[in-house]
């Protein structure tokens, strides 16, 4: 039986896929303290996996950013800020799967496909409000 991990250990895994990446995060202190909330609050529950996740958000909001400043920011280090908007976006991604009660983007839509097939009105079941309620 696995305990996981605590807010301390996942940034460290969090900065080993960033550095993977080519990347550095440039305020430590605050990731951890970022992590340590957003763990409080239920995040994080798929542990590396979520990181992974939020490493993959950070990287592509990161070269968002540095395309549309014209190269006016640090190539190699992610800000606190770029951190935050890619827990957002981890966070927005998250779907409840109401079978499990766990957080499985995957099983969602196996449960979409078992639950629409053979079904007359599958364009009413597929939209996102019935895909983020967990209805489908």
């Keep these: 039986d696995c305990k996981g991990y605590d807010s301390k250990e996942l940034v460290e895994i969090f900065k080993l896929q960033l550095e993977k990446k080519g990347y ?32 993959y958000y950070c990287d592509s ?6 395309m549309m400043a014209g190269g006016n920011l640090n190539m190699d280090k992610i800000p606190l800020d770029i951190i ?3 827990v957002k ?11 499990t009660g766990t957080v499985n983007p995957l099983a969602n839509m196996m449960n979409l496909f078992r639950n629409t097939n053979g ?6 079941n597929l939209n996102i409000e019935n895909l983020l309620k967990g209805k489908v």
Aim: glycine residues 8%; negative net charge; aromatic residues 8%.
């Design 24 to 55: 550095q995060i440039e305020n430590h202190e605050g990731v951890c303290e970022l992590f340590e909330k957003y763990m409080k609050k239920g995040i994080f529950k798929n542990f590396g996996g979520d990181t992974e996740r939020l490493a």
């Design 89 to 99: 976006t981890l966070v927005q991604n998250m779907v409840e799967d109401d079978n």
């Design 84 to 86: 935050e908007e890619g």
């Design 61 to 66: 909001e990161h070269s968002t950013r540095y």
């Design 119 to 124: 079904n007359n009105n599958k364009n009413e």
